[in-house]
């Protein structure tokens, strides 16, 4: 019976079958639901499998390389930029090679749509010289997890599974023959000692070096044979000009691209020959350099960088990302797979229909000047509060390093001036703090990080900071959760991925560790104290004896927690006297407080408000007022 | 038969859940179904839209000029993915006033149905503001913009569950379906 299965959650279910036995993780979109998925299946099937959302994705892939090497199949899922933070031991890995099948997942964002880089992870796995699957759809990830795992284990080699926003966010019709665990460990569990592998020294990694291309050479005379990289279609036929003279163009793609190319061909009639390649490195080269000779173009399609191409030997017939042929950056849409097809059949002598698409309508559209709605952070959260303290504190002149995640969003109002990866609030707060000692710059410097990123890069730059005598407000806005990506416990919480127990690691501890002097937790919620509290932290950063000045800004998120809001209701009004200047609906940003069509003045919308009440000193005028306080007969502001 | 859905709002409006209905109608047809979603900061307010395939192929998102029906729980999103719709396709949207007098015309020189509801007034009688999406799926399966019928809704919505929410989910169904009719349209 065929069930409808999001990409991630089949990329899970793939884990299962397989007899994956430990799944690590860091969140990150779009590869978050994975880890979820594995805690519902391994539930639902009974399986014995140990999950945890780990600190970063080098903790998630070091804890699941040791389960290989213990003998148990395991795998680590992240976003394409947490690959990054994986590389050191992903490289290394490369190297020693692994006992089980260790299988890891990086989800890469084309677009990009949720991400600070549009990277491709088959180029990492290129350079790390392990192998890697590219699959078109879920169900075609979910095929691919096993034979990844098959790969891995038959030769020892860490194995990439690299699928894409399109792929993991899909939801597809899957038929699920038996949705048990097919695969049983194989009984050799156990770490069995080996220095001269699992502890090489140089000289013996240079023979590990040459073991590893052994491998991959072995492995892509098994990717010339495999089904995963097949010819579609048989040689160029127009129905629209009968049949065409053979060989003219041939078309190479992987991935969605590879699916979107082939609707592309269907419905312009056209059945050229298409090599899909689910295996981009290493690339079967004698399958992919044959089918080039054959023809006078070929088209490579892939996403969202070039990986097939770059390893093709011979390019002079080869058009792409690399020669501009394709877009050079950014995902390639149906529009584009659609335009790039057609022009390459055109060149090619084979004419095609015009696409339906109506250039009129859409240049009508477009002189409506709509912009998209731009994300907002959500109405009741704390972070806003913190936010617009620490702007009403500081104002526009200082330099504000903010980081990854739902608060990135404090660049709406201002209060983010920096985002660059994981942790570097921390470390650029440092580093404006010497440059500006340099150059006679006295601006405060207050950076924002989360809590769940602050414990997977924030520590050692804040140990760092303290060490080098920086000095900067370090406001780390905890609210208990990883909430960006769909609230991953982190190590602050007392429960773990699957819901048992976990031993609690509180932030003040930690920070205090690091050897900060100043630290204060508060709650964002009472601005007043807690703008008291962002002076009295600055001016330790400027006191002789100062240095770096942690405030925990400390509420739960709204949309996980929201019995403190609850517990202690401040419902509002707009008064009467409003006058539509649209300051607080600018400079508090919240999706609660809607400004009229006709601007004239401001409305509560009741249908999202939460009743936090914090939007009362939002309104300088004081036209935002609690509800118990508003005058009887006058008529409540109402949203439509 | 192929069907390409867009259907399209404002984060909190709906969008993932009314996606989830059609598939799974798709599904209890029998019928391949693939359908992309948002995640991430789009689930912050900000525009959602996604793309169902009932019936087709493997590629992901739905080319512009060629959705079946562009179903919206918000007029400027409507507007902003107007262009999906192909000629001689449907646009059912949640508004209490008109699309935009800037694109009736070419509109209806394409012969694109244009189905206005003002669901979020029938979804307060109803005492669930939060049904409005289920009622301008009801209007558009009514207008047979989904290529699915009222009763393939209401199959997908049992089978989805959760059972407290089954019921009011089917009466905002009937309650758009029951507006399509008074428009003079029979499913």
Redesign the interface.
């Known amino acids: 019976m065929?069930?409808?299965l999001?990409g991630n959650d089949a990329i899970a279910l793939g884990m299962i079958q397989s007899g994956c036995q430990v799944v690590t993780a860091y969140p990150g979109?779009?590869s978050?639901?994975i880890l979820a998925g594995v805690i519902k299946f391994k539930k639902k099937l009974g399986a014995d499998v140990y999950t945890e959302w780990s600190a970063s994705e080098k903790v998630a892939l070091e804890v699941a390389l040791a389960a290989s090497w213990s003998g148990l199949r395991a795998a680590t899922t992240m976003k394409q930029v947490g690959l990054n933070v994986a590389a050191d031991p992903l490289f290394s890995a490369a190297y020693t090679g692994v006992v089980a099948g260790l299988v890891i997942v990086p989800c890469d964002d084309p677009g990009p749509?949720?991400s600070q880089t549009e990277q491709d992870s088959r180029l990492m796995a290129l350079t790390a010289k392990v192998p890697v699957f590219d699959p078109?759809?879920p169900e075609e990830a979910m095929a691919m997890v096993e034979a990844a795992f098959d790969l891995s284990e038959r030769h020892r080699i860490p194995v990439i599974l690299r699928p894409t926003t399109?792929?993991c966010?899909?939801?597809?019709?899957v038929d699920i023959d038996d949705p048990a665990q097919k695969y049983k460990a194989n009984g050799k569990a156990g770490f069995k000692k080996d220095p001269q592998r699992w502890a090489a020294t140089p000289v013996f990694r240079l023979k590990l070096h040459h073991e590893l291309n052994a491998k991959l050479q072995a492995i892509e005379a098994e990717f010339e044979k495999s089904p995963l990289n097949t010819i579609f279609n048989s040689p160029i036929s127009n129905s629209l000009n009968g049949e065409l003279e053979i060989g003219r163009i041939g078309i190479i793609a992987s991935g969605?691209a590879f699916?979107?190319a082939?609707?592309s061909l269907?419905?312009l009639g056209v059945s050229a020959p298409l090599l899909k390649i689910g295996t981009p490195y290493p690339l079967p080269r004698k399958l992919v350099s044959d089918f080039v000779s054959q023809f006078d173009r070929v088209l490579v399609l892939e996403e969202p960088d070039a990986c097939i191409e770059l390893q093709i030997p011979d390019r002079t017939r080869v058009s792409g990302r690399l020669d501009g042929v394709v877009p050079i950056a950014g995902e390639l849409?149906?529009?584009v797979i659609?335009s790039v097809v057609a022009e390459a059949l055109e060149r090619a002598g084979v004419s095609v229909p015009p696409?339906?698409?109506?250039a009129?309508?859409?240049s009508?559209?477009q002189?409506?000047k709509?912009t998209?709605?731009?994300?907002?952070?959500?109405p009741g959260c704390s972070h806003r509060s913190a936010f617009y303290t620490v702007k009403h504190t500081f104002g526009p002149n200082a330099i504000y390093p903010g980081d990854i995640g739902?608060y990135t969003?404090g660049t709406n109002l201002r209060v983010v001036d920096t985002c660059v990866d994981m942790g570097a609030s921390v470390t650029m707060a440092a580093g404006f703090y010497h440059a500006g000692r340099l150059i006679g710059d006295k601006r405060p410097i207050i950076s924002t990080i989360g809590d769940s990123t602050f414990i997977h890069s924030g520590i050692v730059p804040l140990i760092n900071a303290v060490h080098t005598n920086a000095r900067f407000v370090l406001l780390i806005l905890d609210n208990h959760t990883t909430a960006?990506?769909g609230a991953q416990p982190t190590p602050a919480n007392d429960f773990a991925a699957d819901g048992g127990a976990a031993t609690r690691v509180p932030i003040p501890d930690i920070v205090k560790a690091c050897g900060v002097k100043f630290v204060r937790v508060a709650d964002p919620y009472d601005q007043e104290p807690f703008e008291s509290l962002l002076k009295e932290a600055h001016a330790f950063t400027q006191s002789p004896d100062g240095g770096v000045a942690v405030i925990i800004a400390d509420r739960p998120c709204v949309l996980y927690d929201d019995t403190p809001v609850k517990s202690n209701p401040m419902p509002v009004v707009v008064t009467e006297q409003c006058d539509g200047c649209r300051y607080c609906v600018e400079a508090f940003e919240c999706?609660a407080l809607v400004l009229r069509p006709d601007k004239s003045r401001v409305d509560i919308d009741y249908?999202?408000c939460v009743e936090c009440g914090q939007c009362i000193d939002a309104c300088y005028k004081g036209f935002i007022v609690p509800k118990e306080l508003a005058v009887s007969d006058q008529p409540l502001a109402v949203s439509? | 038969m192929e069907r390409k859905l867009i259907i399209a709002g404002?984060?909190?409006q709906g969008v993932v859940y009314a996606?989830?209905v059609v598939?799974?109608a798709?599904?209890l047809r029998g019928?391949?179904?693939?359908?992309?979603?948002?995640?991430?900061?789009?689930?912050?307010?900000?525009?959602v839209m996604s793309c169902v395939k009932i019936g087709g192929?493997?590629?992901?998102?739905?080319?512009?000029?060629?959705a079946d029906a562009v179903v919206a729980f918000d007029r400027?999103e409507a507007?902003?993915n107007?262009?999906f719709?192909?000629?001689g396709g449907n646009v059912c949207v949640n508004t209490?006033d008109g699309l935009?007098p800037?694109?009736n015309g070419?509109?209806a020189e394409?012969g694109v149905g244009v189905h206005l509801i003002n669901a979020n007034a029938l979804a307060n009688e109803l005492g669930a503001?939060s049904a409005a999406n289920l009622i301008v799926l009801g209007f558009a399966a009514a207008h047979g913009a989904l290529g699915l019928t009222l009763d393939d809704l209401k199959e997908s919505v049992k089978a989805l569950g959760p059972t407290k929410a089954v019921e009011m989910n089917l009466k905002a169904l009937d309650v758009g379906a029951a507006k399509a009719m008074a428009n003079g349209r029979f499913a």
């Not at chain 1, 966010?169 to 019709?173: C, L, N």
């Not at chain 1, 696409?355 to 109506?358: G, L």
Request: overall charge positive.
């Open positions: 065929p069930q409808l999001l979109t779009p978050s639901e749509h949720s078109s759809t399109r792929v966010h899909a939801v597809q019709s969605v699916a979107t082939q609707e269907a419905e849409t149906p529009e659609m696409p339906p698409d109506d009129t309508l859409a009508i559209v002189s409506l709509i998209p709605r731009r994300p907002r952070l959500c739902c969003l960006m990506t999706p249908r999202t439509n | 404002i984060g909190g996606t989830k598939s799974q798709g599904l019928e391949r179904v693939l359908a992309s979603e948002n995640h991430g900061m789009s689930q912050r307010g900000g525009s192929s493997d590629a992901p998102l739905i080319r512009r000029g060629t400027l507007i902003r107007l262009p719709v192909r000629a209490p935009d800037a694109v070419r509109l394409m503001s």
